[in-house]
């Protein structure tokens, strides 16, 4: 199984574009989750689903939207990107919810200049 | 402020020292996990506590879920040199579904 699979792996944008982060699972799980991973600050929750059609706010969604039409995948889109938004960003997946194993990819470097 | 505090931040030891990592915070939880994360890598679990004064054991790294659900600790005995990376401690609220991460624990240990 490939489990949870991140694209791109490197991206460097200019101030104002937008972009899609693309998040796929193959292990059929209903819960799935974005963070973002910065120096000290450790992971923090962007937006997360617990089943298709369902999306909610994390700690930090503002600038971020995401939407969730299918199991397998949680996109994670920029709308207006800012130098702020440099970071590695990390999606998660896990079979039922936050008391069930969290599945990461391998993460997203994304830089805004 | 983060609602989980890891100390200390960096830890560097010898071979074959023992070492504990701590995750405090001042809310409760309905459980804990802590997660190792290698560079360039995403974060791996290596165990979830759920009930309050709870300790389970991994070959050299012992786990414990304090008896107030708030507050975690890790201890590793004779670390080696593979047991080097970040470790994670997350929890996650009652009644609620977002996962909580602490900033992190470096640790670095020499041959």
């Known amino acids: 199984n490939a489990g949870v699979t991140q694209t791109p792996k490197f991206q460097v944008l200019k101030t104002g574009q937008s972009m899609t982060l693309q998040c796929a699972q193959d292990m059929n799980h209903e819960y799935m989750s974005w963070y973002r991973q910065d120096p000290g600050m450790g992971l923090r929750l962007i937006h997360y689903s617990v089943g298709a059609g369902i999306t909610d706010q994390g700690e930090v969604p503002n600038g971020y939207n995401v939407s969730r039409s299918t199991t397998e995948d949680f996109p994670l889109r920029l709308l207006s990107a800012a130098p702020s938004q440099t970071s590695v960003y990390f999606c998660a997946s896990s079979i039922s919810g936050v008391n069930s194993p969290l599945h990461f990819g391998n993460g997203t470097r994304l830089t805004v200049t | 402020t983060q609602l989980l505090e890891q100390s200390p931040q960096f830890l560097s030891i010898q071979e074959g020292e023992n070492l504990t990592v701590y995750c405090n915070s001042s809310?409760?939880?309905?459980?804990l996990q802590w997660y190792r994360q290698e560079p360039g890598e995403g974060p791996v679990l290596l165990v979830t506590?759920?009930?309050?004064?709870e300790v389970k054991k991994l070959k050299r790294l012992t786990f414990q879920f304090g008896d107030a659900r708030k507050d975690s600790s890790l201890h590793i005995t004779a670390a080696q040199p593979g047991d080097t990376g970040l470790y994670l401690c997350?929890?996650?609220?009652?009644?609620?579904?977002?996962?909580?991460f602490g900033a992190g624990t470096r640790l670095t240990v020499k041959p």
């Open positions: 506590v759920v009930t309050g004064g």
């Open positions: 997350a929890g996650s609220l009652y009644n609620n579904n977002d996962m909580r």
């Open positions: 809310s409760v939880f309905s459980s």
